[in-house]
C-alpha cells in the first residue's frame, strides 16, 4: 500500500437465528440441532417427572431471535425425585394406600391368606421396606392379610 490508499471497508451485519422449540427433545438432539443453527448451549440439571435426558424448558424461549454463536440454557430433567418408603407394616390396606399415594407411590395390593381375624386388612408386608429410597411414580407392594 503507499500512502493515501483508499481501502474499502464492509461490515456485515451480524446474522441472527430464530431459537427452535427444543422442549420434549433428548437433550443430545437438542445440543445437535442448536450446533447445525450456529448455536451454543449449556445445560442445567432439573428434577422432573419427565424421563430423564429429557429438555423440560429453554431459555431463551422457542422463536427467539439470537446472533449466532449465542448461547441457549437447556433445563434437562433428572428424572422424578427419589423419596423415602414410609413404614405402613401393621396399617390397615385403606391407611397404607393413603399413605404410600401421599408419598408418591404407585401401590400394588398382594393378599396372605390368614386365619385371625384381628390380622383381617392389615398389612403384613411391603417391599421395599421402609426407609428404601425410591422415585416418585415407582411401585410399592404391601401384602394384606385376608380372613380365609
Known sequence: MTPRTVVALQIAEPTTVRVPNL??????????????????STQRPVESPRPAGEVVSQSPGAGAELREGGTVTLRVSTG?????????????????????????????????????????????????????????????????????
Open 80 to 148: 422424578p425425585a427419589s423419596v423415602a418408603v414410609p413404614d405402613v407394616v401393621g396399617l390397615s390396606e385403606a391407611a397404607a394406600t393413603r399413605d404410600l399415594e401421599a408419598a408418591g407411590f404407585v401401590v400394588q395390593v398382594v393378599d396372605e391368606p390368614t386365619v385371625e381375624p384381628a390380622e383381617d386388612g392389615t398389612v403384613l408386608a411391603q417391599s421395599p421396606s421402609a426407609g428404601a429410597s425410591r422415585r416418585e411414580g415407582s411401585t410399592v407392594t404391601i401384602t394384606v392379610a385376608r380372613l380365609s
Open 23 to 40: 422442549v420434549g427433545m433428548r437433550a443430545a438432539d437438542a445440543r445437535s440441532r442448536l450446533r447445525s443453527l450456529g448455536l451454543g
